[in-house]
């Protein structure tokens, strides 16, 4: 059975976890400490915690006992879960909160999970403090300092060693707090009752805790500790993920995470409103969130299931967002109105555009085919992303197209079977992906058995650094048998594992836990390295934390012998097609590199990933500030209709080149045929 959905399976939980039966389960042993902790009606206990690890262990590629590595990666993402930003605790704390967790795997076996509560009553008296210290700090004396600097990214600045420390890097944050309210044109007071007002909020949500939250947020931290993908899911975390696997999404439709404190746009759900709108890109963070009326309200270091609550909403409802966005040496600060809806694939599903070219003198027809996503309607006779791409195929031939760029650029994953049909439409029969599987102890095949070539013509695949998972078997596949040129970024986003999820008896929620990898034909894991392009675009995403290498514990990449399929060769008749020889390769970059050269549009994305190197992660105050007057502009933009946004779509640098790459290809197969004749 095929995987379906962003490669992710769901599973029966095992009854190996629950052969130990209730009646033969040590009672609970009451947690002390200084809060008392609220206790919700079918909750987790900490008599389940090891049991629940034991699943984790049972089906992750990597990991299968607990060691010392295993617990000091649990209990560095435990401190990370409790102090992102490292803004509360000091250096003397940290090392409190590893001494109070160390040997946790042997408390947890005996039924003592005092530890969490310890941890997390640390984590109140310092919030407490830091709050007590920035309503005095935003007294009638506070005076507010645009040229405040400093480094907010927690991976590139340590703890603070002492109070004093941590009060002084606070009155910088308090500062960026304000001037994100500011330049939403409130007046200083305003803002500061507003940054007031958010600690008493983090005060709340902290006195609202359950001793539910602390073992499921012990459980996340456990997954991550294992790779990036493997994750606990709560009962309400697991309601928020069979929202996102179902096609009927209401919201804005956007995947996101939190990231330092901040609320992160991890992707796009094809359409969904976002998407639709033009107005939100990966990687957008969201500072502020406001219904249709009313005031916005600042989410920075709001848990991300209460930001996801804040946004979420009934379809024809309006929501705005205030987002921060990378722009060369500094951030773009927008305000965004969506209007929230379903998400409707026939709006964005693949699509074709023919344009005319000329080359050599003769015109040439291309037809560029925009595949936002390997989306899957699982009803019968549903929608899927392979049976549209099949047709537009029949399409470019009856137009007589003289090539096609397949643009997966903006695509970060989808359904698995479509990905291996997809594959398939450009050669005859064959293997496409390998997927490992610990528990089976064999990779398992999955390969195209449809003998037609839809397309047997030149062929380009556009992708970029956010290209990923199902669209990096497609391109490594098709690159692995020299059946196309990849055109775009350095490389693809990197992830080359598979996830299942499997629920916990007792409606306790979900665990979801990395099960396998993915190896494209040639042999190669798609792992942190994804697929190289043949011919390298700059692009805004091409910089080092965009990919599945930059993430915490993200699993090495591996390699297996080569399994490419004689079968998908075709020598001869209407169905043949050519391998792309590493010699046009070459051409094809020299080419292509002396158009890059000389394009402004290029060489600004050059000179703004070097800015935002150079830069480094310093927040610049005053740089907020100055935002003010271009969201005015971008509020005035108006919205593009269908046929307009079409425009704008094939008016994109990478797709002009992309479609001047083709061209070359075309060119050189055509000098090849009539040197053999």
Known sequence: MRLLLSLVTVLSFSDVLWAQKKADIEEIKRPTGAIAFAKKDNSLECRYLTMIEDGFLRYHVKYTKRDKELENQVIDQHLKKLDPSKIYFTQEDSDKVKDMMKGLFEKTKKNDCDFLVEAQNLLVKRIQERAEFAKKFLGKDYKFDEKTEFTFDPDQ???????????????????????????????????????????????????????????????????????????????????????????????????????????????????????????????????????????????????????VKKIRGPKNTKVRLTVLRKAGDGKSRKDITLTRDKVNLEDEAANIHFIDKEVGGQKKKLGIINLPSFYADSKSGGRSAATDLKKLLKQAREQKADGIVLDLSNNGGGSLDDAVRIAGLFFKTGNVVKQSSKTEGREQILEDEDAMVDWSGPLVVLTSRISASASEIVSGTLQDYKRAVIVGGDHTFGKGSVQSVLPIPGDLGAIKVTVGMFFIPGGNSTQHRGVDADVVLPGPYSTDDIGEKSLDYSLPPKKIEAFVSKEAYVAEGAESWKEVKTDWIKNLKEKSSARIEKNTEFKKIIEDLKKSKDKGKVIKVADILKEKDKNEKEKKKKKFSKDEKTKEYLKRQDIQEASQVLLDLIQLQTDKLLSQK
């Open 157 to 307: 600045k340590k703890y603070p060693k002492n109070a004093d420390e941590a009060n002084d890097f606070l009155k910088k944050y308090i500062h960026f707090q304000i001037s994100n309210y500011m330049a939403t044109d409130m007046k200083l007071d305003e803002a500061k009752d507003r940054v007031k007002k958010n600690y008493e909020l983090a005060i709340k949500r902290l006195n609202e805790t359950s001793i539910d939250d602390l073992y499921s947020g012990y459980l996340d931290s456990f997954a991550r500790a294992l790779d990036p993908h493997s994750s606990f899911f709560s009962k309400d975390v697991l309601s928020d993920f069979q929202i996102q696997m179902s096609l009927s999404l209401e919201g804005i439709g956007a995947t996101l995470s939190s990231e330092n404190g901040f609320t992160v746009v991890e992707q796009l759900v094809p359409g969904g409103a976002a998407a639709k709108s033009g107005l939100v890109e990966p990687q957008d963070k969201i500072i502020a969130v406001g219904q249709e009326k009313g005031e916005m309200e600042n989410v920075i270091d709001m848990d991300l299931k209460d930001v």
